[in-house]
């Protein structure tokens, strides 16, 4: 008995450990990313076997296997078409890497299963989501100081933004805005007694991370940190009394930085100035003017590529060919070069899956904000006095957030990210009975 004990006491550890792990996978690396899905997925049917698929399938688990299923279906469609048409590029790439992204299914439902029967605690995720998001602020903050991080990474010359650990990745402010969020929940859920601590804390952690997104030079993740810290005053009543006191911090740095560093002024002036001639030319509808920003090209391209594939889409992956093949349209006779993506999640789902997969993940993450926003501020559930559950849903709305320039959705770590917060928010949903009737 006391073997088997030990056992299951080993299992939980594993498995605790794969998922803390997954702060520091997405420093490292896609490889990383990728093995550490992996693991969690063969870990947990090592362990449970067949039970680990045991859970009850509602309306939104069955909308998400029928999603996954038409990935499928458009890669292979595809894949046929260009051998038919005798069309490049040729081969069943699309369909390999349409399979290959069941991964992501497997793990919401290792996710679901892991945390609906208590198998690992969520404890350790939230103190590596703080330790790291730490991390890279202070490696920002010693990079910008003395010129290299602490792994000898120096900023790439004639660029605004920062990498810190990710080297020549520059997405160090969005790894922050990505993070951030669980810090300020830990010492409240799991070190109750330390409430005079915390509240010298909060404010403390709040100005590292601000200042640690401002200097990263990423912009729009300081739009949604802003966000985020917005909405959560919104909707937490116990925190607005703290409103005028984070505002003043935001002021006072922001004010101090913006002033003192002409590159971070540059920055933020520049980004002020692209979002306005954006706004004007999308009121004005003058998408051919030579002045356009790079990133309203692009956006705009995404139409001419949807049009060629406008039901089933053109299979993961695939704007970066179609895009180059679209009949004559905006910027299509400029020799303008098409980006790898459209630069925002529903534009792409929209190119690559079409119309039947963009109504799909519109319900998914419809019947996702229901079973979780609107049951926990909107209605009387289980939910409403569920703090675990806080960050979780507004880091999902934040990076469902339709309005904001993005990286691929169909990429390893935002693919990843997605299903992590997503995976996890559902299956706190289900643990506390708030969930739609079973069909």
């Known amino acids: 008995m006391s073997l088997i004990n030990n056992l299951n ?8 450990l794969l998922l803390a792990l997954f702060p520091i996978s997405f420093i490292a690396g896609n490889t990383i990313i990728n093995l550490n899905i992996i693991l969690l997925i063969v870990s947990t049917l090592l362990f449970y076997g067949k039970k680990s698929f045991e859970i009850k399938y509602y309306k939104l688990d069955k909308l998400i296997i029928i999603f996954f299923i038409f990935v499928i279906f458009t890669g292979v469609y595809n894949d046929v078409k260009f051998y038919v048409y005798d069309l490049y590029p040729k081969g069943i790439n699309t369909t390999i890497k349409s399979i290959f992204f069941l991964k992501y299914l497997l793990l919401y439902l290792v996710l679901r299963f892991l945390i609906e029967n208590t198998l690992v605690s969520l404890k350790f995720f939230f103190i590596t989501c703080s330790f790291f998001t730490l991390f890279v602020c202070l490696d920002i903050f010693y990079q910008f100081k003395f010129g290299v991080d602490i792994f000898g990474y120096e900023p790439i010359e004639g660029v605004r933004k920062l990498g810190g650990p990710f080297g020549d990745e520059l997405i160090a402010g969005g790894y922050i805005q990505r993070y951030f969020l669980f810090s300020f929940f830990l010492i409240p859920l799991y070190f109750k007694n330390q409430k005079t601590f915390l509240k010298l804390l909060i404010p403390i952690l709040f100005i590292i991370y601000f200042v640690g997104i401002i200097l990263s030079g990423n912009r729009m993740p300081f739009v949604i940190f802003i966000f985020l810290i917005s909405i959560i005053f919104l909707f937490q009543k116990q925190v607005r009394k703290y409103f005028i006191t984070f505002l003043i911090l935001t002021t006072i740095f922001f004010s101090l930085i913006y002033n003192t560093n002409e590159k971070i002024k540059n920055n933020f002036h520049n980004f002020y100035e692209r979002a306005y001639l954006i706004t004007e030319l999308i009121v004005k509808r003058d998408f051919s003017n030579p002045n356009s920003p790079q ?20 299979g993961i992956k695939n704007f970066r060919w179609y895009c180059h093949h679209r009949e004559p349209g905006i910027h299509a006779k400029e020799g303008f070069i098409c980006n790898m993506h459209p630069h925002n999640y529903y534009l792409e789902i929209l190119t690559e899956t079409g119309v039947i997969g963009f109504i799909l993940i519109l319900s998914i993450f ?28 507004f880091l999902f709305i934040a990076e469902i957030f339709p309005f904001k320039s993005t990286g691929s959705f169909f990429t390893t ?13 559902i299956a706190i949903c289900r643990k506390n009975n708030s969930i739609e009737n079973k069909s």
Request: hydrophobic share 45%.
């Open 9 to 16: 006491f080993s299992k939980h550890n594993f498995l605790n």
């Open 366 to 393: 419809i019947t996702a904000l229901y079973l979780s926003f609107y049951k926990k501020y909107f209605s009387k559930s289980p939910l409403n006095d569920n703090n675990m559950i806080i960050p979780f849903i």
């Open 295 to 314: 990133y309203l090209k692009e956006f705009v391209t995404f139409y001419d590529t949807w049009l060629m594939n406008k039901y089933i889409g053109g």
């Open 413 to 425: 770590s935002n693919t990843t990210y997605l299903f992590l917060i997503f995976g996890i928010l």
